[in-house]
């Protein structure tokens, strides 16, 4: 579950980013932030994730308020995220196998479990084959499975994702949006954001959060594209 409630940004030189936001993701949800580039999109999504933290309210993940987590706190909570970034943040000294790898060392688990979780979410993503392949010799689809791959590897319960189709053709942005329904079919929270209106139009029903200059828009639970 994410809540948000009247929460406000502020960078420094004043920069507003995000003024009194308020709304909330259900557990299993799945939810598209919109809005035009600097809407604050990003913004919101590390302020959940608990990379930025809010000048004023409150960000609840799972009934906790990431806001005032110490930083020590802040690798448990990361432990039921999963984040795929907009600017990938790939390790191109390391094969696609030890990109996903990597989260599950950190959190030091066993090395015999974690290469069996590598393997199953390279093979939910389609990359199995590609595991001994430098992300440099993947296409710019298979990079983003790659960022999906090494976001789920931990199976958290929330999935956050920047613009996942923002560089990808459609067919491509088709794949990748196959793939996150995927993990909302299962159970997974899912909080998306895109200013691509194909990837709505794919959806019959969604739940859509419209951005516009830090402020939210709407917040329709039942928006109907068909």
């Known amino acids: 579950m994410i809540s948000l409630s009247q929460v406000h ?28 580039s600097g809407a604050g999109k990003s913004t919101l999504l590390k302020l959940v994730a608990g990379i930025e933290r809010p000048n004023s309210g409150s960000v609840l993940v799972n009934n906790q308020n990431v806001g005032v987590l110490k930083s020590s706190a802040l690798p448990y909570l990361r432990r039921n995220l999963g984040i795929v970034f907009q600017d990938h943040k790939l390790l191109f000294d390391r094969n696609v196998f030890d990109n996903v790898m990597l ?29 001994k392949a430098n992300p440099i010799a993947l296409s710019g689809g298979e990079q983003q499975r790659l960022c999906i791959a090494r976001a789920i590897v931990n199976r958290p319960t929330i ?36 200013h691509d209106t194909g990837v709505l139009q794919a959806h019959d029903k969604v739940r859509i959060l419209n951005l516009k200059q830090g402020v939210l828009q709407s917040n329709s639970s039942t928006h109907s594209l068909s």
Do not use: W
């Open 9 to 36: 940004k502020r960078y420094p030189g004043g920069y507003e980013a995000l003024s009194n936001v308020s709304f909330e993701v259900a557990q299993g949800e799945m939810a598209f932030l919109t809005g035009h």
């Open 159 to 194: 999935l956050l994702a920047d613009e996942p189709t923002g560089n990808l053709d459609a067919d491509y942005a088709s794949d990748i949006m196959t793939i996150f329904k995927s993990f909302h079919q299962v159970g997974v929270t899912l909080l998306i954001s895109t």
């Open 103 to 131: 989260p599950l060392q950190i959190c030091g688990f066993d090395h015999k479990e974690s290469a069996q979780r590598v393997r199953a979410a390279l093979d939910k993503v389609g990359l199995l084959k590609r595991e």
